[in-house]
């Protein structure tokens, strides 16, 4: 497995997580330490701490095999990926500038992961 396709998979594990964290969240807004309990038992948030663990030991067996120069750029893409979810799946919006700010990460990750 190449170093982009693991942290892809890695990428895509986290903002999966993240998203269904914030979904979570939005139906059951934090107002106290006792409803915590409550939010940290439902089912999406369950799913989404799982994935965002499988995605840290997937992590751990990126930095054991490549270059963290190489791949930690590649990791940025977590932002591009979880901007568009927000605007795809949460119905967000994205000013001009939050969307040339997308642009110049991608840039700037693809400029960084070159050897």
């Keep these: 497995m190449t ?8 990428v895509l594990m986290l903002v999966t997580g993240q998203l269904l964290w914030k979904i979570t969240l939005n139906r059951y807004p934090v107002k106290s330490w006792d409803g915590l309990v409550t939010i940290m038992l439902q089912p999406a948030m369950i799913l989404g701490c ?3 663990g499988g995605a840290t030991l997937i992590w751990f067996y990126a930095l054991s095999r490549y270059d963290l120069s190489r791949i930690y750029p590649l990791q940025s893409m977590a932002y591009v990926l979880g901007a568009l979810g927000g605007v795809i799946f949460l119905k967000e919006s994205m000013s001009l500038y939050q969307w040339l700010g997308i642009f110049l990460i991608i840039g700037g990750a693809f400029l960084l992961s070159k050897s």
């Design 50 to 52: 799982l994935l965002f």
């Design 3 to 10: 170093a982009l396709l693991i942290v892809l998979v890695n």
